[in-house]
């Protein structure tokens, strides 16, 4: 069974026998944990859109867990804060969201199964120990109680932990990579020495003299302390080394009996960050998923093979695999729409089978087909869900930037519009218009029988005929549509390009780009009512070569009431060539913008240098 923590909160004296049971007003006996009149709850339970809810509320028994919607968590809340319900049912997972407090609380098991590893293993200590603390009698005085049903073995185990002081130890040590190439990249860490100070300014380095043999210590002297430091850092920057985060240059010579020809700010420092460091710090992902996608990446990765990276990230491997999902999930890959392909993560022509679901990055996959095919997902599978796509766009945006220090332009774009489509849970194939409320692929094609493919189309529609359109819609649905139009953006783009006439393969080409937005738009969040967080606007400008598979400058950037960029390149090649100017959402589905221009361009002269062009 499921571990579960049930909280049942009550004052003593309400729960207190008085020789009989509650009576409702028509003499009824009331339900025994409900403590609210039955007309309010009644009122309350009629708001929840969860089926089983609306059973238990009216009892006085509700239940939180991850899938279950907004308004029916409040609403489960509220009963429970007004002390009208007294039994509380929520995951172990639950223990570290919102306070609650209970005059008794009830852990009904110790243990989870891991799918990855096969087995049920236990909870950590700490979450048995929050578990616990929420026992606090809240609504009165008296003592509070708490019960923890688990194996008998492992009564004296807990009995220990729960009476005597745990200590807390470091795990700095499993996770130092993404800590130090932070550290580098904002220049905080630029030599060996500095990490090694770094780290004796951490609760590691105070542990390792309290418990050594926790960390694989043999002694406590201050020679094995800085052999361990030193050790420590070593691999560390060795490994970031290896995967292309952080540049390891030779220590500084020392200048010994003779003044210095430069100060020391002009010197190399020892350790400097990379591209790709960069880019992991930037977006808060782990040293091993940049390496993937620099390995994995290439010039021609199209849509699946971007998600098939996306999922096969390191951030992934967190993902829980419950009891009996594996069945479930291959369920859902079985029905998956034809514009999903076959599950995500498993090898071409391999044969769905549930213990192939087992894989926690398989279940990702799964999930994110899901939701760009808008099917509907239900209990702990939609929080997972949230989080895999929430996930999803980061790692998207990150893939962006390594296949811009690449200068491919193919891969980026489909990076690009690989994000609206999560954003908006959307195909590439769907059409633009089920970005809007209300209107489905059957009413999407109607539009198109119109002639109406996009929502600019919508929008420029006489009002007859967008009447015409909508007219299967109640006024309040078509309300709907309408603020929808006016969130979608509508963007001028100028341009004027600097040194196109006289190029060469030596001196820059500018673009200068000027965009404007309508004079009554106002900064609102996407509209975008399948993705679980909030969402605001940015944008990509982009400069490439179709014909060369080049991307030649790239920009992100925020755009308000209006913006100026300027994107500067040296051409890769000379003779008369077409560019193309992108401007790119990560965010809606259908605004892409593209401009072209030309420029006939020179070899340079000798002795003149070579620039990459590259601006980011």
């Given amino acids: 069974a499921a571990a579960e923590a ?13 020789g ?52 029916d968590r409040a609403s489960a809340e509220r009963a429970w804060r007004a002390g009208a319900a007294q039994v509380m049912v929520t995951p172990a997972e639950e223990c570290w969201g919102a306070e609650r407090a209970a005059h008794c609380v009830v852990v009904m098991d110790t243990q989870r199964f891991d799918a990855r590893e096969n087995l ?45 002081p745990v200590p807390v130890e470091s795990h700095l040590d499993r996770e130092l990579h993404d800590h130090v190439n932070a550290e580098i990249v904002a220049s905080t860490i630029e030599s060996r020495q500095d990490a090694v100070d770094y780290l004796t300014w951490t609760l590691l380095y105070r542990r390792l003299t309290q418990n050594p043999n926790y960390y694989n210590l043999t002694g406590v002297t201050h020679h094995h302390l800085s052999d361990f430091l030193s050790e420590t850092v070593e691999r560390t920057l060795g490994d970031l080394e290896q995967c292309g985060c ?31 460091g960069m880019i992991a710090s930037y977006y808060y992902i782990r040293y091993t998923t940049i390496e993937l996608f620099s390995s994995s990446l290439t010039a021609k990765t199209k849509l699946r093979g971007l998600l098939e990276i996306v999922c096969a990230a390191t951030e992934v491997d967190d993902l829980v695999v419950r009891p009996r999902e594996d069945a479930q999930l291959l369920r859902l890959a079985r029905h998956l729409p034809r514009a999903a392909g ?24 799964v999930l994110l087909q899901c939701h760009l095919s808008r099917v ?9 869900q949230e989080r895999v796509i929430a996930l999803a766009v980061r790692l998207v945006a990150a893939a962006v930037d390594v296949v811009a220090s690449r200068q491919w332009l193919r891969p980026a774009l489909a990076a690009m519009e690989t994000c609206q489509m999560v954003v908006q849970a959307l195909w590439g194939s769907d059409s633009p218009l089920l970005q809007l409320p209300h209107v489905d692929a059957k009413m999407a ?31 309040a649905q078509t ?8 969130r979608y953006p509508n963007i001028d783009v100028a341009y004027e390009i600097d040194g196109a006439e006289e190029a060469d393969t030596s001196a820059p080409i500018t673009v200068r780009v000027q965009l404007e937005r309508e004079e009554d738009w106002e900064p609102l969040p996407v509209h975008a009512p399948y993705y679980p967080r909030r969402k605001d606007e940015q944008w990509w400008l982009a400069v490439g070569d179709v014909d060369d598979n080049a991307l030649l400058a790239i920009k992100r950037l925020t755009v308000g009431r209006d913006a100026r960029a300027k994107l500067q390149f040296v051409p890769p090649r000379a003779g008369k060539r077409t560019y193309t100017l992108f401007l790119m959402s990560d965010s809606y589905v259908g605004c892409d913008q593209e401009f072209e221009f030309e420029a006939k361009v020179s070899e340079a002269e000798d002795g003149d240098s070579d620039s990459d062009g590259m601006q980011e």
């Fill in 6 to 18: 049930a909280a049942l909160g009550g004052s003593s004296s309400s729960s207190s026998s008085s």
């Fill in 20 to 71: 009989g049971d509650a009576m409702d007003d028509d003499g009824a006996a009331a339900p025994r944990f409900r403590r609210g009149a039955a007309e309010d709850l009644a009122a309350l339970a009629s708001q929840c859109s969860d089926r089983t809810l609306r059973e238990t509320l009216p009892h006085g028994v509700v239940f939180v867990h991850g899938g279950l919607s907004a308004s």
């Fill in 120 to 164: 049920y293993i236990d909870y950590p200590i700490a979450d048995v120990l929050r578990m616990m603390g929420a026992a606090s009698a809240p609504r009165g005085g008296g003592a509070a109680h708490c019960a923890i049903l688990c194996y008998a073995p492992k009564k004296e185990y807990y009995r220990r932990f729960l009476y005597e």
């Fill in 246 to 276: 952080v540049a390891v240059n030779d220590a500084p010579a020392e200048r010994e009996g003779k003044e210095a020809e430069s100060d020391e700010d002009d010197e190399e420092p020892e350790l400097a960050p990379l591209e790709l």
């Fill in 342 to 365: 076959a599950p995500l993560g498993l090898p071409a022509g391999s044969a769905l089978a549930p213990e192939s679901f087992a894989d926690a990055h398989v279940k990702a996959g």
């Fill in 376 to 384: 509907p997902l239900a209990g702990d599978m939609r929080g997972d």
């Fill in 445 to 475: 094609s109607e539009f198109a029988g119109e002639g109406v493919e996009s929502v600019y189309d919508l929008v420029d529609l006489e009002d007859d005929a967008r009447e015409r359109c909508l007219a299967k819609l109640s006024d």
């Fill in 479 to 486: 309300s709907d549509v309408a603020r929808a139009c006016n």
